[in-house]
Each structure stands twice: as structure tokens, then as C-alpha cells.
């Protein structure tokens, strides 16, 4: 009980206040310091933000990259996270180390490095370029904790599962990731949300082009106007939570479908 | 050619052998039990028959068929582990009828499936159940119902009931048989409970350091043991570390007035295992008026040989009497 009144009361000074500040800033354009109650309500400053289109544009292609870099980390890490969790082989302590050498790289020495190669490549200024990057600051994370969620669940599960018939594939799928799930929910989540963030990656592999809400959020910041910036904020922070909810909706569906099959 | 034939099968970790040419040879319908003490190979062995531990070497045929090169989810053989290791996010039908679902058996007669072979195994109206809603005797009987369900041709046991309480065990090993033989199922029966292998199977195997030992009846395993740890495993007796044993069937007492060897026995621990007691004795040969012979026949005056055996190497079983002393001269 007393646990569960400290995580309510930090839930409510990290999270909720903070939010709901930013709901009425944004509703209250004039609501100056020194005011208790704001003088006047309104939806300007959200009208102004969702009617920009270089804002509608840019949660669409964010909202496109996030689900690409969420779904390639579950496709890759997957499988990585499987063989580092069961297979045993020699340098395999090597391999875990250099899985974890992009995080603590600074991010601008990596992109400016690859930057070259995407030139080369023709993916530079392009949204899949951009995509592709972000892999770097969050396949590491998945790894790391589907890899957590693997080591608990032990190889049993799949080796029942193939004796009985089932591929590789098979146990995969209905076996051995419904048992990981939540694993497979934090990695998606820290993959969104790490997604979200990036500024330094979407800006030198972008170029500019690639019109991410992190590039956009920095103008918006500047603004006078602190109902839009609020409003701006709030979207911001809402974005990942949308896009954890589209996931979790999939990742529901595609199970659902493998269940019924 | 047998039913099962299981030719040389060999198996190396690093430098040490596992399974050392394995021959087993079983006849359709029939179990074979494979007892060994811990770390033997015996799950090993399983393993390497259901495909899913490589073997380096030898064939396994079944019905004719070398399976050597097939996957494990090719082979007809399924395997049950020491855990239910039913899917905690399926119900006991689902669980049940997973073999069906992965060779894509429509989901309706997978149901009926399922709920036929939960019946089967007593288990009648259990199918919305989940494994946590299920004890462990209802789970290891769901994993069954899902082992027969795929009909396989080999069903392989991995001390199954290991993990239930000692009553529990015994009342699963005698419904298990009568289920394993009203569907005619040809099985392997790993274990290192001698009361349990000589009940499951039809035949008795021992495995030791990674050899079959011996093999057939259990009586026949009894009364003739061919190997100091078939003996110690499958029969009972005495013997030495030379090797030397006494199955305690041919062991008597009678009184006599030859020359003859007396030993004390002094109980120095007790305790429990397989389901026995048994007290650890130091034995003592006792400084006896009756005279010894050497070998040349000649009477040894006195004596002062005193059989010493470590503690842990003497058992002594309470129902059966002496079981097995292992000890040497000092």
C-alpha cells in the first residue's frame, strides 16, 4: 500500500502535472504569471499548430519512421536476441560488447561517419536513410532486453515445441514470443521513444529534408507564443504514445491471426 | 530389423564422451525403461533421438527409417521433458492439440482432437482450463494427451514424474503404462528410480558413463547382473571394489564349523534416497577364533585384516537388506 502511494504521488509530479500544465498553457494563450485561473480559454494555439502543414507533414513521416525503426528492431533483434541467449560460442562475450559500442559512441562522430557511406549508397537525405540510421541508438536497447526476456523463458519451450512438430518459425511465433511479450513491449517502447527523440541523426542523414517533428519542435521552440510552443510540446510527448498504442495493436493482431490459424 | 534400432550412437562434448556407441533395440508397442544415476547420459540420449542434440555419430532407425538426418520436427518422435512445459498462454485444449495446429489441422477438429485425448487421460471437460488453473499431476497428464495426440511413432519419456510427490508418482506410473499400451505407443523411459523402471518398462536398460550396460528383463537384470553398476542400479548384493559381487538372492546364512570369515557391521549414518533407507556401515571383520586360509589353503593365525570401507561407499538397504558395500583392504 505505502509502495503503491509513493509510484501514485511520483506518477503524479513527473508525469501527470507536467501534462496537464502543458494542456493549459496551451489552452490559455494569456495566462501570465501571477495569475491563479487563466482570463481566457481557447484552441487557437492547437488550430495554429494542426493547421501548419509542415507540422501535419511532420508527424506523418515521424510517425512513419518510428513504426519502420520499431518494426525492423523487432525483426532483427529477434533472432539476435535468440542466439546470444542460447547459443554458446567462442567470442560470443566480444560480440556483446560490440553490440553496445554505437551507445556509447557520441552520436555525431557515428553519423558524420556513415554520413559518406549513405552519400554513396544515395540513401543521405532520404526518409529511409533517415530510418535506417536510427537503428544505431536503438537495436542495441532491443537486443539487450529481448535478449533479458529469452534467458528467462529458457530454450525448453522451443525444443517442446519443435518435438511436437513445430519449425523454427512456428515456435517463434506461437510459442515462444507470446511468452515474451513483455519484453518485446519494453523493447518497442524504449525503440519509440528513443525514435522520437533523435535530433543529431535525422538532422546530418536527413539533411533537412526529412521532415522529422524533433527538426521542427526546435523552430517552434523559439516562437513567442507560448500556448502554440505548449501545444507543440504536448503533441510531442503524446507522438510515442500513439505509435506504442498502433504497435501494441499490431503485434495484438498478428498473434490473434497466428492463434486462429 | 527391431522397431526401433538405435545403432552406435556416439556423442562428445568437448573431451568428454556423453553417449559412447549406444545400441538399443526395441519392438513396436513395447517401453523400455533406461535407468542410470544422474549425469549419465541418459537425457542425453533422448535428446540426441529427438533431434534436438546432434549426435557425432551412429543411426536411429525407426520402422525401417534412418531419421538421422531429419530435424526434430520431422522425426516422428515426441519428447516429454522432466516439466509439463505446457504453454502458459494456451488453454489445455490448445496445449493439447498444438501438434495438430502446427501441421495445419483445421481449428474445429483440432478441438474434438483435443478434447478426446483429454479425455483419454482422465482429464474430460478440462479444455478452457490454463496450465496455472491445473495441478501438476493434471499438467503432466495434459503434456501426455498432447504427446499422443500427434500419434508418434516413438514416444520418449524424460523422468516425467520427477517433479511430483512421491504417491502422486506412483499412481501416474501405472496409468500411464495402461495408457501407453492401449494406444500401442513404442516408448523409451528414462530414469534413475529402479522401482519406477522396473514398473514402466517392458524391458530394462542400465546406462553407465555413457555405455548401455545391459539390457532385458528386469529379472533377468536381477539375477545376473553383468556390470558392478548394473548391480548396484538393477539388482542387489554385495560387492567389492574389486568387482566381486553377491546378488543377495544367492546369499545365505548357515552355520558351520569351516573355516570362515565374520564381519561386524556398525551403523555410522542413515538416510533416504530412491524412496529407501539406507544407512551407511562400517564393517569391521571381526578378530574371530575360527582361522582363515590363505590361498594356498594354509590356516592364517588370528587376523587382523579389517575390511575399511569410506562411509559413503557402503549402503545398506532396510527393505531389502544389504544392498551394496563397496570397500577395500587395509
Known amino acids: ?261 | 530389423m527391431a522397431y526401433l534400432e538405435i545403432q552406435s550412437l556416439t556423442k562428445q562434448y568437448k573431451n568428454e564422451i556423453v553417449l559412447n556407441k549406444v545400441d538399443i533395440k526395441l519392438e513396436r508397442g513395447e517401453t523400455m525403461s533406461i535407468l542410470g544415476r544422474s549425469g549419465t547420459g541418459k537425457t542425453t540420449l533422448l535428446r540426441t533421438i529427438a533431434g534436438i542434440v546432434k549426435e557425432d555419430d551412429g543411426d536411429i532407425f525407426i520402422n525401417g527409417e534412418n531419421v538421422k538426418e531429419k530435424p526434430a520436427e520431422d522425426r516422428p518422435v515426441v519428447m516429454m521433458f522432466q516439466k509439463p512445459l505446457l504453454f502458459p498462454h494456451m488453454n489445455a485444449a490448445d496445449n493439447t492439440a498444438y501438434g495438430l495446429k502446427v501441421k495445419k489441422v483445421p481449428s474445429g477438429k483440432r478441438r474434438q482432437e483435443a478434447e478426446k485425448f483429454l479425455e483419454k487421460v482422465g482429464l474430460a471437460g478440462f479444455g478452457d482450463k490454463f496450465p496455472a488453473e491445473c495441478s501438476g499431476g493434471e499438467q503432466q497428464r495434459i503434456s501426455l494427451a498432447r504427446a499422443l495426440i500427434v500419434k508418434p511413432k516413438l514416444l520418449l519419456m524424460d523422468e516425467p514424474f520427477s517433479h511430483l510427490d512421491s504417491e502422486l508418482r506412483r499412481s501416474m506410473r501405472l496409468w500411464v503404462k495402461e495408457v501407453l499400451k492401449e494406444e500401442g505407443v513404442t516408448a523409451l523411459f528414462v530414469t534413475h528410480d529402479r522401482e519406477e523402471a522396473e514398473q514402466m518398462g517392458d524391458k530394462l536398460a542400465v546406462l553407465g558413463d555413457g555405455e548401455i550396460l545391459q539390457s532385458g528383463l528386469a529379472e533377468e537384470l536381477y539375477r545376473r547382473p553383468a556390470h558392478p553398476i548394473v548391480a548396484s542400479l538393477a539388482s542387489e548384493g554385495f560387492f567389492t571394489k574389486e568387482g566381486a559381487f553377491v546378488p543377495l538372492a544367492a546369499m545365505s546364512t548357515k552355520e558351520t564349523t569351516q573355516p570362515s570369515r565374520a564381519f561386524r557391521a556398525v551403523i555410522m549414518e542413515e538416510r533416504q534416497a530412491y524412496g529407501l533407507r539406507f544407512y551407511n556401515y562400517y564393517l569391521k571383520e571381526e578378530e574371530v577364533v575360527i582361522a582363515l586360509q590363505d590361498e594356498s589353503g594354509t590356516a592364517v593365525p588370528g587376523n587382523e585384516t579389517v575390511l575399511y570401507a569410506p562411509a559413503s561407499s557402503l549402503l545398506f538397504s532396510e527393505h531389502t537388506g544389504l544392498l551394496r558395500a563397496e570397500g577395500e583392504k587395509k
Not at chain 1, 3 to 30: D, E, M, Y
Not at chain 1, 109 to 116: D, E, T
Not at chain 1, 142 to 156: K, N, Y
Open chain 1, 1 to 261: 500500500m505505502k509502495h503503491k502511494v509513493i509510484i501514485g504521488v511520483f506518477l503524479l509530479i513527473f508525469s501527470v502535472l507536467p501534462l496537464l500544465l502543458l494542456l493549459l498553457q496551451s489552452i490559455a494563450p494569456g495566462w501570465g504569471w501571477g495569475e491563479l485561473f487563466p482570463s481566457a480559454v481557447s484552441v487557437q494555439a492547437w488550430q495554429t499548430a494542426l493547421g501548419d502543414p509542415a507540422l501535419r507533414e511532420a508527424v506523418a513521416v515521424t510517425i512513419m519512421v518510428i513504426l519502420f525503426v520499431a518494426a525492423g528492431n523487432v525483426i532483427l533483434g529477434v533472432p539476435a536476441a535468440k542466439m546470444l541467449a542460447y547459443k554458446h560460442f567462442r567470442g560470443k562475450l566480444w560480440l556483446d560488447n560490440l553490440l553496445f559500442l554505437p551507445i556509447l559512441i557520441p552520436m555525431t562522430a557515428v553519423a558524420m561517419g556513415i554520413h559518406f557511406t549513405f552519400i554513396r549508397a544515395g540513401l543521405a537525405d532520404t526518409w529511409l536513410g533517415t530510418a535506417l540510421v536510427l537503428f544505431i541508438p536503438t537495436l542495441p536497447y532491443t537486443i539487450r532486453v529481448l535478449r533479458a526476456g529469452f534467458e528467462r523463458l529458457g530454450p525448453e519451450s522451443e525444443e517442446q515445441a519443435k518435438s511436437l512438430g513445430s519449425t523454427t518459425l512456428q515456435a517463434l511465433m506461437f510459442v515462444q514470443l507470446p511468452q515474451i511479450m513483455p519484453s518485446l513491449r519494453s523493447a518497442v517502447f524504449l525503440t519509440v521513444v528513443i525514435t522520437a527523440g533523435q535530433y543529431i541523426l535525422p538532422v546530418i542523414i536527413g539533411g533537412g529534408t526529412v521532415p522529422m517533428l524533433s527538426l521542427l519542435y526546435f523552430p517552434y521552440s523559439n516562437s513567442a507564443n507560448e500556448a502554440v510552443v505548449s501545444a507543440l510540446s504536448l503533441l510531442f510527448a503524446l507522438l510515442p504514445l500513439v505509435v506504442i498504442l498502433l504497435a501494441e495493436m499490431v503485434m495484438r493482431l498478428v498473434f490473434a491471426a497466428a492463434h486462429r490459424r
